[in-house]
């Protein structure tokens, strides 16, 4: 039994969906037993309580997963959420591979979409860390003195594509290997892109 109201873009989503249709169905019930508003947002269906960003319901290639957007508020008393990289602050999913373990944890999802509700209601907020606390690169930094006008662009970024591009080139443990990611990507940033556009 549904309770929350149904959203046309959902359903046509549901209706497109191949490998998660099943699960995807029965989040959606639980979700909407929860009594938040369905919208479809970022291409998927996403829950929430006065204008305010709950759950999201999305799929990948080995799972489908809840995300919860503010999930590093919950207090996760299960074990269940899980962060899905190190560069992700707020977010955090609770993963399936099979509807019988959704089925199973009925309860404990609304336990946690009720805590997340409950800490919007709250007010509360995660606390980002601010993008300038993230170290930049020696290599980009020599790059950036060399080439101003890059320095300019990549400051012209958004906060997220900056911190994208200083965990890429960040990653390599050899410095050659840096420099030739920041050359890889020298122009994209001078076009305004970010890694992944």
Not at 61 to 73: I, S
Not at 166 to 174: D, G, L, N, R, V
Request: contains cysteine.
């Amino acid at each position: 039994m549904t309770t929350g109201r149904t959203n046309s873009k959902v359903d046509e989503f549901l209706s497109k969906s191949k490998k998660w249709k099943e699960h995807y169905e029965k989040l959606r019930s639980i979700v909407l037993d929860c009594e938040l508003e369905e919208d479809f947002k970022w291409m998927h269906p996403c829950y929430t309580f006065q204008n305010k960003n709950i759950v999201l319901i999305h799929g990948f290639k080995e799972y489908c997963a809840l995300l919860f957007h503010k999930g590093a508020l919950l207090n996760d008393t299960r074990g269940i959420l899980i962060r899905q990289t190190e560069n992700v602050q707020a977010a955090r999913q609770i993963r399936f591979t099979t509807v019988q373990e959704i089925v199973e944890m009925e309860t404990v999802l609304k336990d946690y979409i009720h805590e997340a509700v409950e800490a919007e209601k709250a007010g509360l907020e995660v606390t980002f860390k601010n993008h300038n606390e993230y170290v930049v690169p020696e290599e980009l930094q020599t790059i950036f003195d060399e080439t101003p006008a890059l320095k300019t662009a990549f400051e012209a970024l958004t906060p997220g594509r900056q911190r994208a591009y200083i965990f890429y080139f960040s990653e390599p443990k050899q410095s050659k290997t840096r420099v030739s990611r920041i050359e890889k990507y020298k122009q994209q940033i001078l076009d305004g892109k970010g890694l992944n556009d």
